[in-house]
Structure formats: structure tokens, C-alpha cells
């Protein structure tokens, strides 16, 4: 899935402080798992997850980064 990584910040960051991270993951198609938020410094975040092959991806992504990211790293299963 083709996304923004200043849109992929701000759906994180919608889901802060809340209780239930129901729908959390429900725009993403491709199966993914172990998904952890790390706050980095400057404001930024780290997505850490494993795909289907049991490969560890991260991805960084701030506030104001327009450049289009593949999310999750499109592999087949």
C-alpha cells in the first residue's frame, strides 16, 4: 500500500491514548505482526513490525514527510 509517511504519523498518532486500538491496522491489506510504537526523538516515530516471512521492517516517519512509502513492504505470502 502506497501511503504517506506524514499520513501514516498521523493515524499512529490518532489512536494515542487510547484504550482500544481496534481498527489500528484495519487499512492495511497484508498480514503483519508484533507491530510496536517507538517515540523517537524530534517528535518522529518508529513503526517495527514482522511481516508473513518473519522478516523485521522498520519504518520511521514524522509529522510534515511527504515522501510516499510502501507500508507495509509489499512481499507476497
Not at 510496536?36 to 516471512?53: A, F, H
Request: with cysteine.
Amino acid at each position: 500500500m502506497k501511503i504517506k509517511r506524514s499520513e501514516l504519523y498521523a493515524h499512529v498518532k490518532s489512536f494515542e491514548g487510547k484504550n482500544s486500538m481496534e481498527g489500528f491496522l484495519s487499512f492495511i491489506d497484508s498480514p503483519v505482526r508484533d507491530l510496536r510504537v517507538i517515540k523517537m526523538p524530534e517528535g518522529r516515530i518508529r513503526l517495527k513490525y514482522i511481516d508473513c516471512e518473519d522478516n523485521i521492517h522498520r519504518i520511521d516517519v514524522g509529522p510534515h514527510e511527504d515522501e510516499v512509502i510502501d507500508f507495509p513492504l509489499d512481499r507476497p505470502c
